[in-house]
């Protein structure tokens, strides 16, 4: 039996007819992307290019109107030719990528996270690929468990590479790793 505000009554079974299908994803993608050219030397010549990459996902699971998970993405790339030779000497790529979560739909973060990835790279003998880099990997996170607003058990957590090519072939022969790990006590 089926209720003038569209509900089943107590005790009646719904069959797959009485169920309205679920919006398992409503969701949206927002891309833009911006370039800046740089002249550091004042020659005329653009010494470095930095692009900006954003995306935005909203993805609403219950179809409530409310975004339950929210993440962005920004990539930053920026080459510079310091000696002017026309041939870049240091590439950094910065992405960070942040995911916050509210899935009881309450208009406040059950969790976030916040990932960025910042790699430098030097070429210093001149031939195009890169002779050292340097890769930082942090991640830093946070929930609610008690649901009142106020992110708590933060937690970051990072990992540093040293990439070195010592024969100069453009390949990186080895990688030191150095392990970062950093506790925010609750306050």
Do not use: C, W
């Not at 089943?8 to 299908?21: I, K, W, Y």
């Not at 930053?76 to 590439?91: C, K, S």
């Not at 942040?98 to 990835?117: C, K, N, P, Q, Y």
């Not at 050292?132 to 992110?151: N, Q, W």
Request: glycine residues 10%; aromatic residues 2%; hydrophobic residues 30%.
């Amino acid at each position: 039996m089926t209720l003038d505000d569209g509900t089943t009554g107590p005790g009646e079974d719904l069959s797959d007819t009485d169920l309205a299908p679920r919006h398992h994803d409503e969701s949206i993608v927002l891309t833009e992307t911006e370039t800046h050219e740089i002249d550091i030397d004042g020659d005329g010549e653009p010494d470095g290019i930095r692009t900006a990459y954003t995306q935005v996902r909203e993805i609403d699971i219950d179809g409530d109107g409310v975004a339950d998970i929210v993440e962005t993405t920004r990539i930053e790339e920026i080459t510079l030719d310091i000696d002017g030779d026309g041939v870049p000497d240091v590439f950094t790529t910065v992405e960070t990528t942040e995911t916050v979560m509210d899935l009881d739909g309450d208009g406040r973060a059950d969790s976030v996270e916040i990932t960025e990835v910042r790699t430098v790279a030097h070429d210093i003998s001149g031939d195009g690929s890169p002779d050292v880099s340097r890769t930082d990997i942090i991640t830093a996170s946070g929930i609610d468990p008690d649901d009142d607003g106020e992110l708590k058990d933060m937690r970051v957590d990072g990992v540093r590479l040293f990439g070195i090519d010592s024969d100069g072939d453009g390949n990186i022969d080895f990688v030191v790793s150095e392990d970062l790990d950093v506790e925010i006590a609750d306050e």
